[in-house]
């Protein structure tokens, strides 16, 4: 874990090998089976979480319907920051796709050895800066982007959720129907 995690990290910024140790060292293993969750709507969320190993899918539960926010593929650093920031129970559900093997560490304490430590709140500050992007990037395909051009540009840019990841939750996730899928699919191919 700790090699992979090294990588990840470095991708957003160089951490000295002693800073990357006391980093790394608060980091406790979680595993989560297939179709287990990590969280679900309702707890308070304090962790923050890298997945290692495995596939997880968030989720939003309304009037019944889940409706897919995100897949979370290893390696990757992921929490609710309405609930740990709020305090609030959080309204995401985190559920495991595959068996993964993920570590938490407690938000508080993160953040305090980040704000010791310039070069990993640099990390930070990147990493955030890069998921905010994504973010926006999916609102503004939501406005512009027709379900068809959504589902292409899922297929060229993250080619492991179309392979990995049910038909069901690829719908969810493009805004769409699983039927208006199949055709999407059909037209395409």
Do not use: W
């Amino acid at each position: 874990m700790r090699e992979a995690l090294k990588a990840f990290t470095t991708q957003f910024a160089p951490l000295s090998d002693e800073d990357f140790n006391r980093y790394a060292d608060l980091f406790r293993l979680v595993n989560v089976r297939r179709l287990d969750h990590l969280f679900r709507e309702g707890d308070n969320v304090n962790k923050l979480y890298y997945v290692n190993t495995g596939v997880l899918r968030g989720y939003y539960l309304k009037e019944g319907v889940e409706h897919t926010c995100n897949f979370f593929f290893s390696p990757y650093m992921m929490t609710d920051l309405f609930s740990v920031r709020d305090n609030v129970p959080t309204l995401m559900n985190v559920q495991a796709i595959k068996d993964s093997e993920c570590y938490e560490v407690d938000f508080a304490e993160i953040e305090e050895l980040a704000f010791q430590n310039p070069d990993l709140l640099k990390v930070f500050f990147k990493m955030y800066e890069h998921l905010f992007r994504l973010s926006i990037k999916r609102q503004i395909s939501f406005i512009y982007d027709t379900p068809t051009e959504r589902y292409a540009n899922l297929f060229k840019e993250r080619p492991n959720v179309i392979a990995e990841i049910p038909q069901h939750y690829i719908a969810s996730f493009l805004g769409i129907q699983p039927e208006t899928l199949s055709r999407i699919r059909k037209r395409i191919f």
